[in-house]
């Protein structure tokens, strides 16, 4: 048995990162339904502000994560399973965040790291996959 093609491997875990978000969302909805704080409104009840913050972050994280995770997906070929996996850790990381960021906003700390490790991770293969390619047809 083969294993699925990096690219596979990363569209599957794009899907999944844009199933997160809209997973976060869901909190938003149960925390409007039982404070009664209807839209516009966005502040009212700790919930609420803690569930939107959640989604809020987690929307902010995403234009870092998946152009990251195709640079790197596309340029990194030394270990082209790689970027899939990091992709994973940080959808472990938003619902780490997610969990504590609701329970006590100050206790976010760990889910941010396992959030942010795999962008700095992905960032590194991306500039590695990105200087070989450069190199390889530049010599």
Known sequence: MTMPSATL???VVTILIV???FLMSMPVARARASTGIKAPATTGHP???RAMRVHYNTL???PMILPLLWLATIYFQMLPWLPAVFGLVWIVGR???QRAYMANPDSRSLGFAITMLPNI???ILAIIGIVQEWMAGVG
Do not use: H, T
Request: proline share 0%.
């Open 9 to 11: 491997l990363s569209a």
């Open 19 to 21: 199933l997160v978000y």
């Open 47 to 49: 919930d609420l502000e």
């Open 60 to 62: 902010e994280q995403m």
């Open 95 to 97: 619902f780490v965040y």
């Open 121 to 123: 991770g992905l960032m």
